[in-house]
């Protein structure tokens, strides 16, 4: 049962599908803008910008946090929106239930910065994080929602083969993993996704790629040797296009030794706890994330 709360931002994100005739970069990175304008940030959430490594970053905490504990967290927006500006809320509530330090990179975008742009950057950032800052692997998360949560599996992929300890865990909020858009949940989820269109998934995708193969194991980690990650949760709902790109990465990633969470939200919509502020269904999932990350992050 979805809550009330809940129907009304499936409403709102309903009417800006509507609105938009055609997918465009401007239209996709001003929604995201607007979406995340709506909500006030809490006075007790302290943002501090940083040079990660070469990429622009933000270390967001929150009130008790343990210092030594580090999320790096990557956003979504599939490679061509998103921004610091637009995850603020989410990252700090992680921050919050996790008590630990999180730190968000804005990195680079399609189509100015196509693939494997964001890769780097989000490779160079985990680098920066361990040999430049000090902080362990046994005490950093990887996480990201959308394409974020694509980049974050294909970020561990590209850190494992270049021989770099990995995190402790990982997270993925309704993962995009199939550039190739060939998750049967393209179509049969169609007509309950109020967020992300088949049509506007594939023009994300073509500006990403650039003409790279859509199966390309680190811009599509659904395809790649999952082998030695480390504990991954992935969290979907049941209402959006990109359920199957988290079911068959689950199963692919568990057929690979991964222990891994898979948990399936009914009736939830794409990253829905990015709408914690005003959501019951968004509170309850970050509850949920903070506990996964407490399973690892000890006193």
């Not at 007790?44 to 970053?57: I, L």
């Not at 294909?154 to 190739?180: H, M």
């Not at 948990?263 to 959501?279: G, K, L, N, S, Y």
Request: proline fraction near 6%; charge should be negative; include cysteine.
């Amino acid at each position: 049962m979805v809550s009330k709360e809940m129907e009304v931002i499936i409403k709102l994100l309903r009417e800006f599908q509507a609105s938009q005739i055609e997918p465009s970069v401007e239209g996709m990175r001003n929604g995201l803008e607007q979406l995340s304008s709506m909500i006030k940030l809490p006075k007790d959430v302290k943002c501090e910008p940083v040079d990660a490594g070469g990429v622009p970053a933000e270390w967001i905490t929150t009130p008790g946090v343990v210092s030594r504990h580090v999320i790096l967290y990557l956003h979504g927006g599939g490679y061509v929106g998103g921004s610091i500006k637009t995850h603020r809320d989410l990252v700090a509530r992680i921050s919050r239930v996790s008590r630990a330090r999180v730190l968000i990179i804005d990195y680079q975008l399609a189509p100015e910065h196509p693939f494997p742009a964001a890769l780097e950057d989000s490779v160079a950032a985990y680098r920066w994080l361990v040999s430049t800052k000090g902080i362990s692997p046994d005490n950093l998360i990887v996480a990201g929602d959308s394409a974020g949560g694509g980049l974050t599996v294909a970020s561990l992929v590209k850190l494992r083969d270049e021989g770099v300890a990995l995190p402790a865990a990982a997270i993925c909020l309704s993962p995009w993993t199939d550039l190739a858009c060939t998750g049967k949940s393209m179509k049969s989820k169609a007509k309950s996704d109020p967020f992300i269109t088949s049509e506007s998934g594939k023009f994300m995708a073509n500006l990403y790629l650039k003409g790279v193969d859509p199966c390309d194991p680190l811009a599509s980690p659904l395809y790649a040797n999952l082998q030695g990650l480390p504990p991954m949760l992935i969290l979907v709902g049941t209402s959006e296009i990109l359920l199957d790109d988290s079911v068959r990465l689950a199963k692919r990633a568990k057929a690979s030794g991964v222990d891994v969470k898979l948990d399936i939200w009914e009736d939830m919509i794409h990253v829905f706890p990015a709408f914690a502020e005003v959501t019951p269904e968004g509170r309850q999932a970050i509850e949920k994330i903070g506990e996964f990350i407490q399973k690892f992050f000890t006193e």
